[in-house]
């Protein structure tokens, strides 16, 4: 037995594909590189994710500190927070929490020499920021 096509849904195909046709979807535009492109400041940086990239260090200072026999009883890590630049450079560094005030200054000493690859949002270099977490190795 042979089927008859159903003519019915034939009317609703074409009123269907008349509606696509006279609204199409608006054209997409991109903004160019220069235009619209947030990079962020040092005084508002941008957050790492959607679409932000992570800056990677290119090099780093290790602290040199000895703590005493005291302080390795009480021993935390110290995190340090800081804004990286579009090239790449430590801004406005500041301690969040380290357990000696020497060990602190040593770590703000070597976070100012590090380096980075900028992070980079649509293909642009962007001001990030960022923690970094530092700890002594007992031996």
Known sequence: MKRKPKLALLPLLFVVLLTCSIHPQAPTTSASPTQNTP??????PMHVGH????????HDVQPIYTPTDE???HWSDCQAYLVIDEQGLPQKIRIVHCPSPQYSEK??????QYRFKSAM????????DMYIDFSVDFF
């Open 39 to 44: 990079t962020g400041t040092v005084d508002s």
């Open 121 to 128: 949002y649509q293909g642009h270099p962007v001001v990030v």
């Open 71 to 73: 302080e390795k009883k």
């Open 107 to 112: 770590v703000m000493e070597a976070v100012k």
């Open 51 to 58: 679409g932000v990239t992570e800056p990677r260090i290119i």
